[in-house]
């Protein structure tokens, strides 16, 4: 709100509707004092912000797990703040029939998903499972389960859906057993309701034992078989809560993410970067398009550990990297991130299998991290000609970019990380440093009498 002008009322009466000290004036007919508004406003925001940045370093469990709650709608939203959790060392974990409540919530310094976060499972099932575990305590097995809770109240889908996403996992940990033992299952469970509705029950029931582990013993099982692979049981999660929740197929690559991309691609609508954007990324959807002049290329949905983003290959690219395009593939991707009618997209300029990914590694003591002449002299072995733009030798290859400024063309893919004495942290030199030839570039390093290798993506092992 902006004042433009001002005249005197004379003497009115007001309501005081600020604090004891700020007071914030209503007058007659709907007038505000001036300078009152925005000044109630900044004192109830920044209330509202010491409340939570106060539970956020008192409280970070229980916080995360209301902040988790507020968004579970939006699973963009969730995806971030599992990976703010991550960052904070909360671990998130699948959910659990035995202690899952309809949100998210806290257990032993974890996060618990909630159920009403699985698809396939609405609010009459969940209602039904917590009703069942209050009356009667705990499930002890898929055959308890589905004897306490008709197909009426939980049906198939459902019982699949919780089998699927780990909710079973503490009951029997091996999910395809569960999957193969289901429809026998269950027909036991309708068939023993209705011998006990007609007075018809086992040994167990007569002698009212009918909650005793040792009725369900009874229930028939199907041949042991193999549980699934990580990478199936990660699918199935991903399918049924729309993200990966006991594990990420780039979590063993983690670090190395963080240290190479310069933003997350989660926060790529919200980021003002320009320059090339770096990435570990997994393709999630792969759309082949052909455009008028009957070039082929593609619109792919990438996802990192913080969300996920669409990207365009264009022909030229497509015809380098169609090999790569595969769903569920890991690769480190370069590009830029483009604007246009209103829509934030990246555009990939080069893709590469992260198996095959390298970095030139530094080591510096702390003395020369702080030396700039130390740095001067690492600079000039990585970049022999201080002037460079336009150059291209074995090593080194720079030209105009979009943006009219000397970066490194797409033949630049290996980064350069410095490791300092007695500090955890690696640090990557900025995309201008970037080389075509790690051995070449360790060469140049070691003959400036820098201690250089080259080494595989870190990582988190």
Not at 84 to 102: A, F, K, L, Y
Not at 128 to 147: H, K, W
Not at 233 to 260: N, W
């Amino acid at each position: 709100m902006k004042i433009v002008s001002r005249k005197s009322l004379g003497i009115q009466c007001v309501f005081d509707i600020g604090l004891v000290h700020d007071h914030n004036f209503l007058l007659d007919k709907g007038y505000i004092a001036s300078n009152c508004f925005n000044k109630s406003h900044s004192v109830a925001y920044g209330y509202v912000t010491y409340q939570t940045a106060y539970l956020k370093a008192n409280y970070p469990v229980e916080y995360m797990a209301a902040l988790l709650s507020s968004v579970s709608g939006d699973q963009d939203k969730v995806q971030r703040y599992i990976a703010n959790c991550r960052s904070m060392n909360i671990p998130v974990v699948p959910p659990d029939v035995n202690s899952s409540g309809e949100d998210f919530t806290t257990r032993n310094s974890q996060i618990l998903f909630g159920l009403a976060a699985i698809k396939n499972l609405g609010a009459g099932p969940i209602a039904a499972i917590l009703q069942a575990r209050q009356e009667a305590g705990a499930f002890t097995s898929l055959a308890d389960l589905c004897s306490r809770l008709d197909s009426r109240s939980l049906n198939k889908k459902a019982l699949e859906a919780l089998i699927q996403t780990g909710a079973l996992d503490l009951l029997q940990p091996n999910r395809h057993q569960l999957m193969n033992d289901l429809d026998i299952t269950m027909e036991w469970a309708s068939r023993r309701a209705k011998e006990l509705s007609s007075g018809q029950g086992n040994i167990f029931d007569f002698f009212g034992e009918s909650n005793n582990t040792k009725t369900f013993d009874t229930a028939p099982t199907t041949t042991r078989v193999q549980d699934f692979s990580s990478q199936e049981k990660l699918r199935l999660e991903k399918e049924l809560l729309g993200f990966y929740i006991s594990d990420h197929p780039l979590s063993v690559v983690s670090r190395s993410a963080r240290l190479m991309a310069p933003i997350n691609l989660g926060d790529i609508p919200e980021s003002s970067e320009t320059k090339v954007v770096t990435a570990i990324a997994l393709i999630l959807e792969i759309k082949e398009v052909v455009t008028k002049k009957g070039d082929r290329m593609a619109i792919v949905q990438l996802e990192d550990l913080t969300g996920s983003t669409e990207a365009v290959v264009f022909p030229k690219t497509f015809d380098k990297v169609k090999h790569l395009l595969e769903k569920d593939k890991r690769l480190m991707v370069w590009g830029k991130i483009d604007r246009r009618d209103e829509q934030t997209q990246l555009i990939i300029d080069d893709m590469q299998p992260i198996e095959s990914v390298r970095m030139v590694r530094v080591e510096l003591t702390r003395e020369q991290a702080s030396d700039r002449q130390v740095l001067e002299q690492l600079k000039k072995a990585l970049n022999p000609n201080p002037n460079y733009g336009n150059t291209h030798n074995n090593n080194f290859s720079y030209g105009k970019s979009n943006y009219g400024r000397n970066e490194p063309d797409n033949s630049c893919k290996i980064p350069v990380i410095a490791s300092i004495a007695y500090m955890p942290k690696l640090v990557r030199l900025g995309n201008q440093f970037w080389v075509q030839d790690e051995q070449i570039a360790v060469k140049s390093l070691q003959e400036a009498g820098f201690k250089a290798f080259y080494d595989a993506l870190i990582t988190n092992n």
